[in-house]
Each structure stands twice: as structure tokens, then as C-alpha cells.
């Protein structure tokens, strides 16, 4: 029962690591997509106009900077 338990363990904690290190991106039409965070600035770039915000997920390494520059890219310029 032991060693269920710990492979039990071992995959939430493989969940949660993949899972921390994604985005998701909201779209304007209500759809959402999981991502991985390099590509939320591609995203800002290209798809700006379809793009509502970037979130980074729960248990994320990138401290908000980078969920932060993305959003800002949706910004328009001035």
C-alpha cells in the first residue's frame, strides 16, 4: 500500500510541476488555452488583437515577470 501511495504522490507532484510551468492565455471569444510560457510572448506579438490575457498557473517559477511583460505586449501602443 506503500508504494501506491508514494506513485500516487510522485504523479500529483509531475501534475503540478507541469502544470506550474504553463500559462494560460484568455481569449476575447471566451475560449482558453494551456500553454508554455515561451510562447506567451509570440502570442502577444502575433494574436494581440484575439488575445484578453495571460495568467500564469499556480506553482509557477517565473515570479509574474513574465506574465506581466505578455500582458503588457497587449497593451496598444502609444
Known amino acids: 500500500m506503500k508504494d501506491i501511495t508514494k506513485r500516487i504522490e510522485a504523479l500529483e507532484s509531475e501534475i503540478k510541476a507541469r502544470t506550474g510551468a504553463s500559462f494560460t492565455v484568455y481569449y476575447k471569444d471566451g ?3 494551456q500553454i508554455h510560457p515561451g510562447e506567451a510572448i509570440a502570442l502577444s506579438l502575433n494574436e494581440a488583437d484575439k488575445i484578453e490575457r495571460f495568467e500564469e498557473n499556480e506553482g509557477g517559477n517565473n515570479g ?4 506581466g511583460l505578455a500582458n503588457a505586449l497587449l497593451l496598444p501602443g502609444e
Open 64 to 67: 509574474g515577470i513574465l506574465e
Open 31 to 33: 475560449t482558453t488555452r
